[in-house]
T-cell receptor, first 113, second 112 residues
Framework: EPEVTQTPSHQVTQMGQEVILRCVPISNHLYFYWYRQILGQKVEFLVSFYNNEISEKSEIFDDQFSVERPDGSNFTLKIRSTKLEDSAMYFC???????????FGPGTRLTVT | GESVGLHLPTLSVQEGDNSIINCAYSNSASDYFIWYKQESGKGPQFIIDIRSNMDKRQGQRVTVLLNKTVKHLSLQIAATQPGDSAVYFCADYLYNFNKFYFGSGTKLNVKP
């Protein structure tokens, strides 16, 4: 069964450093998403991406964040200058339509020290 | 400052019993809803969805009920099994904002 994959599974970085979280969505999916989940809290929407552009973003997704689909398979989330409060699980998801079942990856745990 | 996580409501059931997990949503314009299961250390996993023009939908061992009048969603799991132990949360979709809003979740503990 096709699945969303994410790398790395755990990323430790120092405050102020840039990180890139990588995702490979399911191959025939057209919509891509990033979510984050701070430990013990609910999943929060960050951004949705369709047709090579951001279709929606939350107030969390400020200028420090960017997304890119550099080729036909990868979907990345970049945090330019990490802060302690960026520590969270980051989930990538993909779907065939913008209003349907989203398939989530296993997540990347980001720890900012 | 110290970050305090949300205290998740917990539902404990005996193996074989039926479970009912509830969710309230706030926006009457939400038109699509999903229930997710999240096991420890894993990403959310789709269980079942329902559109706002329906009030009930059944899957394998699961049923979702939607009451738009009171903006309430429930997930019923029949014959609960130990493998059902996880956090369950609902998500509602606002078409005008093109994004999902996730609830905080309920932790289901299944006792053997």
């Amino acid at each position: 069964e096709p699945e969303v994959t994410q790398t790395p599974s755990h990323q430790v970085t120092q405050m102020g450093q840039e990180v890139i979280l990588r995702c490979v969505p399911i191959s025939n999916h057209l919509y891509f998403y990033w979510y984050r989940q701070i430990l013990g809290q609910k999943v929060e929407f960050l951004v949705s991406f369709y047709n090579n552009e951001i279709s929606e973003k939350s107030e969390i997704f400020d200028d420090q964040f960017s997304v890119e689909r550099p080729d036909g398979s990868n979907f990345t989330l970049k945090i330019r200058s990490t802060k302690l409060e960026d520590s969270a699980m980051y989930f990538c998801a993909s779907s065939t339509s913008g209003r349907g079942e989203q398939y989530f990856g296993p997540g990347t745990r980001l720890t900012v020290t | 400052g110290e970050s305090v996580g949300l205290h998740l409501p917990t539902l404990s059931v005996q193996e074989g019993d039926n479970s009912i997990i509830n969710c309230a949503y706030s926006n009457s314009a939400s038109d699509y809803f999903i229930w997710y299961k999240q096991e420890s250390g894993k990403g959310p996993q789709f269980i079942i969805d329902i559109r706002s023009n329906m009030d009930k939908r059944q899957g394998q061992r699961v049923t979702v009920l939607l009451n738009k009048t009171v903006k309430h969603l429930s997930l019923q799991i029949a014959a609960t099994q130990p493998g059902d132990s996880a956090v369950y949360f609902c998500a509602d979709y606002l078409y005008n904002f093109n994004k999902f809003y996730f609830g905080s979740g309920t932790k289901l503990n299944v006792k053997p």
